[in-house]
């Protein structure tokens, strides 16, 4: 469990550190199991559950496991458009230099979400929907906050989200994905050349110090986003990735 906080309440702490764990293990645990990764006795946690089921933030499925509850989606909704509120300034500068598409995600469960959207003045251009999920194995964006997190923990969400190979150019195995995101963390930046759909190329990086695992990118055709292209646009995403991280640490 995390250390607690100078000044904190030790019940709201102890609450939001079954949630992290059940959130981290995939989103459902038994409660011995919580019991196992904490320093909580099992009649504490079980006291916690008994709250946070009647609240809704967490439910009792059939086997005896407690999931994540509906009422969090309506947290994370509202959380996740004060981002995009945040970086949306930031895609729409990388737009009016790059001229291409940005977008902002974040890492929620095992798959990738898509907060934000500045779209390319060009008629042929990328548009990714706000909202929509997606793979990390072969997505920019989630390959740049794959690699902001250690091996087991990547493991762990590709073996519970799979890897489907959507083009003939997408990673497919684990060994393949874990070797690759040593090259990101070297490099600074990830490319999604082809993996989720060919003929479209994104470049992408982690947004340092986020809360929650976030990446911001920008893609367009393969014509127009080359190696030239990366060039520019790299700098100016970590740029953007920087003041969008400070800004977020003075909200929170």
Do not use: W
């Not at 550190?17 to 946690?45: F, H, K, N, Q, V």
């Not at 969090?72 to 895609?91: C, M």
């Not at 793979?135 to 989630?142: E, K």
């Not at 947004?207 to 190696?227: E, K, N």
């Amino acid at each position: 469990m995390a250390e607690r906080a100078a000044g904190g309440v030790q019940s709201v702490e102890r609450v939001f550190d079954i949630l992290d764990l059940m959130a981290d293990a995939g989103g459902a645990l038994t409660l011995s199991e919580l019991a196992s990764r904490t320093e909580l006795p099992p009649p504490t946690i079980h006291r916690l559950l008994r709250t946070l089921v009647g609240k809704g933030y967490v439910r009792q499925l059939a086997n005896r496991r407690y999931s994540l509850g509906p009422r969090l989606i309506r947290l994370g909704d509202g959380a996740n458009k004060q981002l995009g509120q945040i970086a949306g300034p930031y895609l729409a500068g990388l737009v009016a230099e790059l001229q291409e598409s940005a977008n902002m995600a974040v890492l929620e469960g095992d798959m990738v979400l898509y907060v934000a959207q500045t779209p390319s003045p060009h008629s042929m251009r990328m548009f990714t929907e706000i909202g929509r999920r997606a793979h990390t194995h072969d997505t920019g964006v989630g390959k740049a906050m794959l690699a902001q997190l250690d091996e087991s923990t990547v493991r762990g969400i590709v073996g519970r989200a799979g890897m489907p190979p959507h083009t003939e150019f997408s990673i497919d195995t684990p060994e393949k994905l874990v070797e690759h995101l040593a090259t990101i963390r070297k490099q600074g930046y990830s490319i999604d050349d082809n993996e989720q759909e060919v003929g479209v190329r994104c470049f992408a990086v982690a947004v340092p110090d986020a809360p929650t695992p976030t990446a911001i990118s920008v893609s367009g055709p393969t014509t127009r986003v080359d190696a030239a292209f990366g060039e520019r646009a790299v700098p100016l995403l970590q740029a953007a990735a920087r003041a969008i991280g400070e800004e977020m640490n003075r909200v929170a």
